[in-house]
Protein backbone atom coordinates (compact mmCIF):
# COMPACT_ATOMS: atom_id res chain seq x y z
CA UNK A 1 0.00 0.00 0.00
CA UNK A 2 1.69 3.36 -0.70
CA UNK A 3 0.08 6.69 0.45
CA UNK A 4 -3.36 5.08 1.63
CA UNK A 5 -3.79 3.35 -1.84
CA UNK A 6 -2.90 -0.10 -3.38
CA UNK A 7 -0.10 -0.65 -5.55
CA UNK A 8 0.25 -2.93 -8.70
CA UNK A 9 3.31 -5.04 -8.40
CA UNK A 10 5.02 -7.91 -10.73
CA UNK A 11 5.75 -9.76 -7.37
CA UNK A 12 4.10 -11.00 -4.27
CA UNK A 13 5.56 -9.16 -1.31
CA UNK A 14 4.56 -12.30 0.50
CA UNK A 15 5.97 -14.42 -1.73
CA UNK A 16 8.74 -12.74 -3.65
CA UNK A 17 9.56 -16.10 -6.09
CA UNK A 18 5.87 -16.20 -7.27
CA UNK A 19 4.93 -13.82 -9.93
CA UNK A 20 1.22 -11.94 -9.68
CA UNK A 21 0.38 -13.76 -13.53
CA UNK A 22 0.41 -17.36 -11.93
CA UNK A 23 -1.75 -16.36 -9.34
CA UNK A 24 -4.68 -17.29 -11.61
CA UNK A 25 -3.74 -20.80 -12.58
CA UNK A 26 -2.95 -21.58 -9.04
CA UNK A 27 -6.73 -20.82 -8.66
CA UNK A 28 -7.33 -22.85 -11.75
CA UNK A 29 -5.04 -25.60 -10.67
CA UNK A 30 -7.26 -25.61 -7.21
CA UNK A 31 -10.49 -26.54 -8.90
CA UNK A 32 -9.05 -29.06 -11.48
CA UNK A 33 -7.07 -30.94 -8.32
CA UNK A 34 -8.71 -29.68 -5.30
CA UNK A 35 -7.53 -27.36 -2.88
CA UNK A 36 -5.72 -29.47 -0.53
CA UNK A 37 -3.64 -30.91 -3.63
CA UNK A 38 -2.83 -27.77 -4.67
CA UNK A 39 -1.47 -26.09 -1.25
CA UNK A 40 0.73 -29.08 -0.89
CA UNK A 41 2.57 -28.41 -4.50
CA UNK A 42 2.25 -24.85 -3.37
CA UNK A 43 4.25 -25.64 -0.47
CA UNK A 44 6.96 -27.93 -2.42
CA UNK A 45 7.69 -24.90 -4.59
CA UNK A 46 8.24 -22.39 -1.45
CA UNK A 47 10.65 -25.51 -0.41
CA UNK A 48 12.18 -25.72 -3.92
CA UNK A 49 12.76 -21.53 -3.50
CA UNK A 50 14.07 -21.24 -0.10
CA UNK A 51 16.17 -24.28 -0.58
CA UNK A 52 18.22 -22.08 -3.25
Known amino acids: MVDGSYEERENSLAFPFLPIAEIPGLIEQSKAIGQRAAVRL ?9 AE
Open 42 to 50: FRERVREFL
